[in-house]
């Protein structure tokens, strides 16, 4: 059964760097739409960013221009690089498959999840 692993999580200061990978064990998902949401403390699951077939991303207006989606193909991986990171990034991340190639904002069009890695930053 596929899974989706992420590693990268941690403690960084603010204006501090982290990337964050979401690998797929069994390559199963190399052609699906790949997404990144995050559950701050006390607040529902929302989406941070996204990427389709043909790479084309999207992303959350509180993280453009600081986050980066990325895809490896070839190893089935999808990275977040997140940069100027901010306290309000606080969060648990999960990366998603898209239910198609194409991705949206929308959780509900997603239909595997990761277990979740834990990002925090200090002010």
């Known amino acids: 059964q596929a899974q989706l692993i992420e590693s990268g999580g941690g403690s960084v200061q603010a204006g501090g760097s982290l990337r964050l990978s979401c690998a797929d064990s069994?390559?199963?998902f190399r052609w699906h739409g790949r997404g990144w949401f995050r559950q701050g403390p006390e607040n529902e699951r929302?989406?941070?960013?996204?990427?389709?077939?043909?790479?084309?991303?999207i992303y959350d207006s509180s993280v453009k221009g600081r986050f980066t989606i990325s895809r490896d193909r070839s190893t089935s991986t999808v990275y977040l690089q997140m940069t100027d990171l901010k306290p309000e990034d606080t969060a648990i991340y999960y990366c998603?498959?898209?239910?198609?190639?194409?991705?949206?904002?929308?959780?509900?069009?997603?239909?595997?999840w990761g277990q979740g890695t834990q990002v925090t930053v200090a002010a």
């Open positions: 929302v989406f941070v960013a996204g990427i389709d077939n043909d790479s084309g991303t």
């Open positions: 069994g390559r199963a």
């Open positions: 998603a498959v898209s239910r198609s190639i194409y991705v949206t904002p929308k959780e509900t069009d997603y239909n595997t």
